[in-house]
């Protein structure tokens, strides 16, 4: 805006003077207005950035630095368990090569009938070399010269017509698939590599596609465990199935995990799946849809509400009641652990003694005065679902988080950002039975390529034998 100079004050009119000044009171208001909005901005960006420490953000989207002050990675190595199945192969290898002294090197002196005062054991672990085999069948036709019947050799059990694979070849497709999470044209290319079969992307469809028929009876049994158990937990994710916004849900029972891909996010998902049965405990976040689970009572995960509470400590890190809260939530954690265990570390008495201290100090906490507008929003939300918060203390085999269902669902994370979604909705139902398959195989330590070389259908390696039927 270009301002008039005085004289041209002094010469214009009352009248373009008074709309000269109300033009100015807008202009002044306009930016008042800027300057509020942007003071609140840069408010915004003084606070720390959520991370999946202080948020439910997964790790994923995390920021990465190399700060001195960083914690250490953890050190990647083989699992827990790992190094058993590696002593057994070194107590029982496939084949010892024996390597004795026959002369000495020195004076040439027979030493062969010398017993060895130390043998130096070394080995080497190897693949045998893949190759495919074909099982061929004959069946033979005969017409009936008395009836002119025609007549056809009976197919023994998986040599039947329609099957062009055997089970472990489709195991290994599937288990490349939804394990892998390869591409049909990175399978093709995978088992033309590795195994010398040439398979088509047609044929890879037709091998999901029949697993996930194969796995939809098992998964329906899996359904029907998990509604039956006391004690179930559950979460769910977003999902694309043929381009269109979908929720993958996963629902934990006691020994099995069932999942299912649905196109809403709402009760009703929950409602249908549990029918006329009620749990007795139903572990979950905040979520309004998970609240509403026919169940008796409530466990609000631990963990998020530990994340919420970390956000307040990196925005006001001299906030006292976060940070109280925060260590009775995580008092209460280890409380249960060393109780509900074989062996308890503490007598029921002493057990029920602290959880009372622990009930009324959590009491006290949400009772104080609160400022910080974060605070008072987790103070709102904590005596909203008071009674959900310390479920797990007096219910045996609760547990204070639901990491169990985020995990089960990282699968299917993973799975979506590689694949960018499911193209059909036959691939979706048949992805989802077949994750209720594989997660609870891993849910009963079971191995994953076995469990699916057994839903695929009978063995057939066994006619390499001559002497099989």
Same mark, same amino acid.
């Given at each position: 805006?270009i ?13 373009d003077?008074?709309?000269?000044v ?24 003084? @606070? ?8 439910? @953000? ?15 990675? $953890? ?5 827990f ?19 004795? /002294? ?15 005062? $130390? ?14 085999? *074909? ?12 009836? #002119?019947? %025609?007549?056809?050799? @009976? ?17 290994? /497709?599937?288990?490349?698939?939804h ?51 006391? *004690? ?10 043929s381009?269109?916004n !979908?929720?993958?849900? *996963? ?57 919420d509470? &970390? ?13 109280? =809260?925060q260590?009775?939530f995580?008092?209460?954690?280890? %409380? ?8 308890? @570390? ?11 201290? =622990? ?35 007096y ?7 639901n990491? #169990?269902?985020? &995990? !089960?669902?990282r ?6 950002? /590689? ?17 209720? /398959?594989?997660?609870?195989? $891993?849910?009963? !330590? ?14 057939? %390696? ?8």
């Open positions: 805006m301002l008039p100079t005085s004289n041209q004050l002094d010469q214009t009119p009352h009248a003077l008074v709309a000269m109300r033009a100015l009171i807008e202009r002044v208001e306009w930016l008042e207005e800027e300057n509020r909005k942007l003071k609140t901005e840069i408010e915004r960006l003084k @606070q720390p950035p959520a991370n999946s420490r202080n948020s439910s @953000q997964p790790p994923s989207r995390d920021q990465k630095s190399n700060q001195a002050t960083d914690k250490p990675k $953890k050190k990647h190595g083989p699992p368990g790992h190094k058993r199945s590696i002593r057994e192969l070194i107590d029982n290898p496939n084949r010892t090569i024996s390597v004795k /002294v026959q002369h000495c090197e020195k004076c040439h002196e027979d030493l062969s009938s010398v017993e060895p005062a $130390k043998i130096v054991r070394r080995q080497i672990t190897e693949l045998p070399e893949f190759s495919p085999v *074909v099982i061929e069948s004959q069946q033979h036709e005969v017409t009936c010269p008395h009836c #002119q019947c %025609l007549n056809r050799g @009976q197919l023994p059990e998986g040599l039947q017509a329609d099957h062009y694979f055997g089970p472990r070849l489709e195991a290994a /497709v599937v288990f490349l698939k394990q892998q999470h390869l591409s049909y044209e990175r399978i093709a290319q995978t088992v033309r590599e590795m195994f010398g079969i040439e398979l088509s992307e047609g044929g890879i469809a037709s091998i999901i596609a029949r697993a996930g028929e194969r796995a939809a009876v098992p998964a329906a049994e899996i359904k029907e465990q998990v509604i039956a158990s006391p *004690v179930i937990k559950s979460d769910e994710t977003s999902a694309r199935v381009g269109r !979908s929720w993958h849900w *996963v629902f934990i029972g006691a020994s099995a995990v069932y999942h299912i891909i649905a196109p809403r996010r709402n009760a009703k998902v929950i409602t249908d799946l549990m029918g006329n049965t009620r749990a007795d405990v139903w572990v979950c976040d905040c979520f309004g849809a998970q609240l509403k689970a026919p169940a008796d009572v409530f466990q609000l995960c631990l963990q998020h509400q530990l994340r509470l &970390q956000r307040v400590l990196d925005q006001q890190p001299e906030s006292p009641r976060a940070t109280q =809260m260590h009775l995580r008092e209460a954690i280890h %409380l249960n652990n060393r109780f509900d265990c074989p062996e308890p @570390q503490q007598s029921l008495t002493g057990f029920m003694r602290r959880v009372s201290e =622990m009930e009324n100090k959590l009491d006290v906490l949400l009772n104080q005065r609160l400022t910080s507008p974060e605070e008072r929003k987790l103070q709102k939300r904590f005596l909203l679902h008071r009674q959900k918060l310390l479920t797990f203390l219910y045996p085999g609760v547990p204070a988080t990491n #169990q269902s985020e &995990q !089960s669902l699968t299917s994370v993973i799975h979506r950002k /590689v694949t960018n979604g499911l193209r059909s909705d036959w691939g979706a139902n048949a992805y989802a039975d077949l994750l209720s /398959v594989i997660a609870t195989a $891993k849910i009963n !330590s079971q191995r994953v390529f076995e469990t699916l070389v057994n839903l695929m259908g009978p063995p057939v %390696l066994h006619f390499l034998d001559a002497s099989s039927p």
